[in-house]
């Protein structure tokens, strides 16, 4: 069985910073690429970064440049998106998910998808 888990969502102030974990089993995690996406209430899912399967290539909404950053552990079987500088409007709950075609951007990449984990942002 596919699981792919978020973690690490909360609640911080705006400028603070939290750090996202996704953990994948039941798949061979360094064969997939792996993205965020979020959701915020009344919007619809938008794409915030990708990452290839071995971590070399990455992919940013331009929305959150230069404030997160995505890494990967094949060797934990995990994916992490640090979110610093964060801003009310970064408010949403955030899914991971696992790909394979490489166009990180597009929902379509992706096979599996995790439940969310949610992080609010106060102003």
């Known amino acids: 069985q596919v699981q792919l888990v978020e973690s690490g969502g909360g609640l911080v102030q705006a400028g603070g910073s939290l750090r996202l974990s996704c953990a994948a089993s039941?798949?061979?995690?360094?064969?997939?690429?792996m993205g965020w996406f979020r959701q915020a209430p009344g919007k619809e899912r938008e794409f915030v970064v990708g990452i290839t399967r071995r971590g070399f290539t990455t992919r940013y909404t331009d929305s959150v440049k230069g404030r997160f950053t995505i890494s990967r552990d094949n060797a934990k079987n995990t994916v992490y998106l640090q979110m610093n500088s964060l801003k009310p409007e970064d408010t949403a709950v955030y899914y991971c998910?696992?790909?394979?075609?490489?166009?990180?951007?597009?929902?379509?990449?992706?096979?599996?998808w995790g439940q969310g984990t949610q992080v609010t942002v106060s102003s």
């Open positions: 039941g798949l061979t995690f360094s064969s997939y690429d």
């Open positions: 998910a696992a790909g394979l075609t490489d166009y990180l951007s597009y929902d379509y990449n992706y096979n599996y």
